[in-house]
């Protein structure tokens, strides 16, 4: 998704940073009356969902229908949307960070899948979770697991190092019942600051998966343990780097997305702020090891106003990223990964008022999409240099480009059940 730094066209004044889901995925498979036709996107700061045709002529989507905040508001009391995903009853349920007021509030909007109305929340009444952000369902194991950012009011504006000291971003992962539709065990995470991107494995019978936290830079397995509740431990840590020029005295890697491929063999991740692009083989999930790495840009390259002063994983800084005669600015981000694992797209931005913050450039010149083209077989990562997307070329100026999806499929939106 594409968007504009404060400025989403007429009419609207504040940006969409909206993560787009599909009206129907795998979870609906064997159901022929439904179809994947329509793009779902709720907005982070404006809370609207906008609903996009894409069915008829992928080129040239049209705007379907477009929910306002206060309908959401009048029956659900949530704000501030998030991720969008598909039932199998062909509803689309969306995440929600907080309420109208922008106070953290984890709950869930339910939307018709044919008309698209606001039925109400998933959650049972006064049920919500303290904050929220992702989420991801295993009806076979009558399961849901939820991840947590913070209150809007705390991150909508930027980053600053004083809410971490106060305690105000997440890190907890909360365990639902899924046909209750109640919280029934909260996860406390060690070293998990900030857990967003939430993966069960994909084969349905899996009762595991993965959460990256961001601030701790954290890879964090969840299972269910032999006394059938869940169970959380980390599998991955991406050391921080001493560091001078720079916000803090150490950088974290700054884990802002994860996927699985399909056959569940191997976990990606991106490392916003170091710049680093990640594949691990989990064909062991306890022990996941390392087969791929990329450096897309971040905010240790060579000549840049950081210097590395210790770095317990490189030698020296790495190159800055120029594709087909542009400089990359920002760092990887959101990532989507073919179903055939063979090809991975990723995008370099993050969240407007983060974005302004860590990478200015950004703002000035827009974000880029890229193509890396993956090892299946024995691991390892290749950049394309002949792919570049450019958002900062768009008719009405530099532009934002967020969360990929593919129509027919991609290994972060679809649910098998």
Request: hydrophobic share 35%.
């Amino acid at each position: 998704m594409a968007t504009k730094c404060g400025n989403c066209g007429p009419g609207y004044s504040t940006p969409l940073e909206a993560m787009k889901g599909w009206n129907t995925c795998s979870s609906c498979f064997g159901d022929s009356t439904k179809s994947r036709t329509k793009l779902v996107l709720p907005s982070l700061i404006s809370s609207r969902i906008y609903v996009v045709d894409v069915g008829s002529e992928p080129r040239a989507p049209k705007l379907h229908k477009v929910i306002e905040p206060k309908d959401i508001h009048a029956k659900c009391e949530l704000a501030f949307l998030h991720t969008s995903h598909c039932l199998a009853s062909g509803e689309v349920m969306i995440s929600s960070l907080g309420d109208v007021k922008g106070n953290g509030k984890g709950g869930f909007v339910l939307l018709d899948g044919e008309t698209f109305e606001v039925k109400g929340t998933w959650e049972r009444p006064g049920g919500a979770a303290p904050l929220g952000y992702d989420f991801w369902y295993q009806p076979r194991h009558n399961v849901m697991i939820s991840t947590e950012w913070a209150a809007p009011n705390v991150l909508r504006d930027g980053f600053n190092p004083a809410d971490v000291e106060a305690g105000l971003y997440g890190s907890h992962l909360y365990v639902w019942d899924w046909q209750r539709h109640e919280i029934v065990q909260t996860l406390s995470l060690k070293d998990g600051l900030i857990p967003l991107e939430i993966r069960f494995l994909h084969n349905p019978d899996a009762a595991q998966g993965f959460v990256g936290c961001a601030l701790s830079s954290t890879i964090q397995r969840f299972y269910k343990n032999e006394g059938g509740t869940w169970s959380v431990e980390k599998v991955i840590q991406v050391p921080p780097k001493k560091v001078k020029g720079w916000l803090l005295p150490e950088m974290p890697g700054l884990i802002t997305d994860i996927l699985l491929s399909l056959d569940d063999r191997f976990l990606y991740f991106s490392n916003w702020l170091h710049g680093d692009l990640r594949q691990y083989d989990i064909s062991d999930p306890q022990r996941p090891r390392l087969t791929g790495q990329l450096f897309l840009g971040g905010s240790i390259v060579k000549g840049g106003p950081v210097q590395v002063l210790e770095d317990e994983e490189l030698k020296s800084q790495p190159e800055p990223l120029v594709v087909k005669g542009k400089r990359v600015a920002g760092g990887p981000q959101m990532i989507q990964l073919s179903l055939d694992g063979k090809r991975l797209y990723i995008t370099t931005s993050l969240y407007s008022a983060w974005d302004k913050q860590f990478y200015p450039d950004l703002i000035r010149e827009g974000s880029v999409m890229l193509q890396v083209d993956v090892d299946t077989v024995k691991g390892g990562l290749k950049l394309n240099p002949n792919f570049l997307v450019d958002f900062g070329k768009e008719p009405l100026g530099p532009a934002l480009a967020h969360e990929l999806r593919y129509p027919g499929g991609d290994c972060s939106s679809d649910i098998w059940i």
